[in-house]
Structure formats: C-alpha cells, structure tokens
C-alpha cells in the first residue's frame, strides 16, 4: 500500500505542475483580457470559432489561462464561452540535447528559431522570445524543466525534461507540418 501511495503522490504532483492541455474552441464572441477577470484590459475580441490553446483548465474568477492560437497571444477568457476539445499529449522524451561539459553550474542551451515566425519558449516561469532564424544561448536553472513552445498559426508543443549542471545544450524549433 505504501508504495502505491507513494506513487500515486509522484504522479499527482507532476500531473499538478505540468496539468493538461487542451485544445478548445470560442463559443460566441467574447473579450481575449490580459488577466482572469473583467477587470483586466482588452487584448482583443476573439470570434466564435476561433481555435485556442487552454493552458490548464485550472480556472481563476471563472476564467481559462489561454492562447490564441492565430496570433500566439497569451491572455484570458471566460470559461463560459469555450468548448474544450482534445487533450495535448506531453512531450516526455527531452528535448534538448546535450552538446558538451559547461564550467559553469547552470544550464546553457543554444536555440535557433528555424521558421521564419517568431518563437515563444515558456520554460518553467521564464518567457523567451526570438526573431525569425536567430540562434541564441539562454542560461536557466539546473533540474526538471517544464517548456511550452509555440508560434502564431500553430500548436504549442509542451513537455519536460531535465536539464543537468555543468552541461551545456542545444535545440532547434522547426514547424511540421502533416496531412491526415
């Protein structure tokens, strides 16, 4: 019994950090907020039919953490006007891949942007930006690693991995494209 327990805490904690994702869809127009409530300022109004990216659907004051997908704007909108579609399979294999020993304790990993839209990298609670084909070196902190990469016109790609000390990484974003 205890080691199911145990496991069941292992789970339910990483299945709480990360939560789920999903695809959704707006019902009727409604307001895309910089926060979760009506208080907050108007990014835009998103139009019915609009596809989404629901962070988690974890709500705050009735309000979903979301991504419009068309614009790769980040923002909120009331529960009230979403259809939640398909779960987000996480991606659990790593990502980056590691390229030498580092001198340093922390991190570096060197992304190159290979489309020629801007790039979104959310890592754990940092937001990085990068132009169309530039390569930069970000340093982050040692240990498990949630990401969430995502560009307008596409799907976010979320997952974790774990990213050593003293090792330095790399990572290319490419957009794929699939006919079913």
């Given at each position: ?159 974790a991995d774990y990213l050593s ?16």
């Amino acid at each position: 019994m205890r080691i199911f327990f145990f496991l069941l805490l292992v789970f339910t904690n990483l299945t709480g950090v990360l939560g789920q994702s999903y695809l959704g869809w707006i019902t009727k127009e409604v307001n895309f907020r910089q926060g979760p409530g009506p208080n907050y300022g108007v990014i835009s109004s998103l139009q019915p039919g609009t596809q989404i990216f629901i962070v988690s659907l974890d709500s705050k004051n009735d309000f979903y953490n979301i991504i419009d997908i068309e614009t790769d704007k980040e923002g909120y909108v009331n529960k009230s006007f979403v259809r939640v579609g398909e779960a987000v399979r996480l991606n659990e294999e790593g990502l980056f891949t590691p390229t030498g020993k580092s001198s340093s304790i922390n991190p570096a990993i060197e992304i190159y942007n290979n489309t020629s839209s801007t790039l979104t990298l959310k890592m754990n609670n940092e937001t990085f930006t990068f132009t169309p084909h530039e390569t930069r070196k970000v340093i982050v902190q040692p240990g498990s690693c949630n990401y969430r990469a995502s560009a307008p016109g596409v799907i976010p790609y979320i997952g974790a991995d774990y990213l050593s000390g003293n090792t330095d990484y790399s990572w290319q974003f490419y957009i794929v494209t699939s006919r079913d």
